[in-house]
């Protein structure tokens, strides 16, 4: 079955630590996303990436890093720079150009201990 | 600036009535807009999108884009329990950058 695969579905950190989500797609799409969600809010961007090896800040980079070296693959590091990291943690991929709708993992809840 | 406002509600109708969600964009930049549902706890799902003016319907839900307004709305007719959730709206710019407003919660009451 295609889809995206998020992994874990639920991380603990220590404060002070940093820490990788993982974002797996099989549907061949160029385009993918990463954003947060807060409870009662909507989704803001953190990065987004088009093609391998290239990657675009969104609205809250900071305190985050990503990569982009395959295709299926668009990891999110969590680092100890970000104050505030406890949220729902979403991944996306759409294929390239407008019109085209974002499908989503089922997220990973980040929560600092 | 690319942001796209919602009213985060709550909107609460009762069962059977329509139900109307409202979006405003700032860039008019914006190529498309998308509709996604998000119960709780869960990821968003697509309802619909729409790029031309005017209205797109698709069973009981009906979007509706003004580009000279730089407003998009979603109809949800004959509402059901079943249809309370959030309903984000997002814009898409030229390269692939996806943006969302903050979501309305909808509640339909038996």
């Known amino acids: 079955d295609g889809g995206i695969t998020q992994s874990p579905k639920y991380l603990f950190r220590k404060e002070g630590q940093n820490v990788t989500l993982s974002c797996e797609q099989n549907?061949?799409?160029?385009?993918m996303y990463w954003y947060r969600q807060d409870p009662g809010q909507g989704l803001r961007l953190i990065y987004y990436?088009?093609?391998?090896?290239?990657?675009q800040k969104g609205d809250i980079a900071e305190g985050y890093s990503v990569s982009r070296e395959k295709k299926e693959s668009f990891p999110l590091t969590v680092t100890s720079a970000q104050k505030n990291p406890t949220a729902f943690y979403l991944c996306?991929?759409?294929?390239?150009?407008?019109?085209?709708?974002?499908?989503f993992g089922q997220g990973t809840r980040l929560t600092v201990v | 600036q690319k942001e796209v406002e919602q009213n985060s509600g709550p909107l609460s109708v009762p069962e059977g009535a329509i139900a109307s969600l409202n979006c405003t964009y700032s860039?008019?930049?914006?190529?498309?807009f998308f509709w996604y549902r998000q119960y709780s706890g869960k990821s968003p799902e697509l309802i619909m999108f729409?790029?031309?003016?005017g209205d797109k319907e698709d069973g009981r839900f009906t979007a509706q884009l003004n580009k000279a307004s730089q407003y998009v709305s979603l109809l949800i007719r004959d509402s059901q329990p079943s249809d309370s959730a959030t309903y984000l709206c997002?814009?898409?710019?030229?390269?692939?950058?996806?943006?969302f407003g903050a979501g309305t919660r909808l509640t339909v009451k038996p």
């Open positions: 996306a991929s759409s294929i390239q150009g407008p019109w085209t709708e974002a499908f």
């Open positions: 549907l061949n799409h160029d385009a």
């Open positions: 990436s088009q093609i391998v090896n290239d990657f």
């Open positions: 860039d008019r930049g914006s190529q498309s």
């Open positions: 729409i790029y031309s003016n």
């Open positions: 997002a814009g898409q710019y030229n390269n692939n950058d996806m943006r």
